[in-house]
């Protein structure tokens, strides 16, 4: 998780006779160590806004208890929601890249039950017909907002599917056999 802080340093003591915003980049003392309050205004003397510098905070949360995580899962993929899954010949990353195409391929809908013991299962089978041959596989999956374009929204590792796939073979997922958690 990632947040941003901004931030306005100075030495409010020092500022230059005038002016309004602590940080003013015309401010003699600039450089002290106060946090400048004024952040998003603008000097009247100077027509200025304060200096800023940006702080990139990481935090790592390792202990979630299942409730917590159930909260979250549920916010991403919200229950009873039709998502669009997919197949991928390689690891879709964050943009959804690698998507097979060609034969009958076509996303197939998908929906999830409410998270339960920090995890959620699709309860929709879905059917892939008509693939196109894929000497590799596809041993990975993605989530989409729609059949067609779309966002991409998630994605990871299929089991048992990166072998290879003859052209106009089927793919099924049972109802409950794509599963979401947080790792």
Sequence with gaps: MRELLVVGLTDATRRRPGCCV???RNDPGRGGLSLGVGIGRVCRVHRRAPEIILLDLAATMTDLPAGSINTALN?????ATTYYQSLHTADPGTT????????SYARQA???AAASGGSKASNLATSFTGMPAESGGTPYLGLWTAATAGTYLWGGATTGLSGSIPA???VDFASGAVTASFT
């Design 22 to 24: 602590i940080g003013c």
């Design 75 to 79: 916010a991403v993929l919200v229950t």
């Design 96 to 103: 959804g890249a690698s998507e097979v195409t060609g034969g």
């Design 110 to 112: 998908i929906t999830f």
């Design 168 to 170: 106009g073979a089927t």
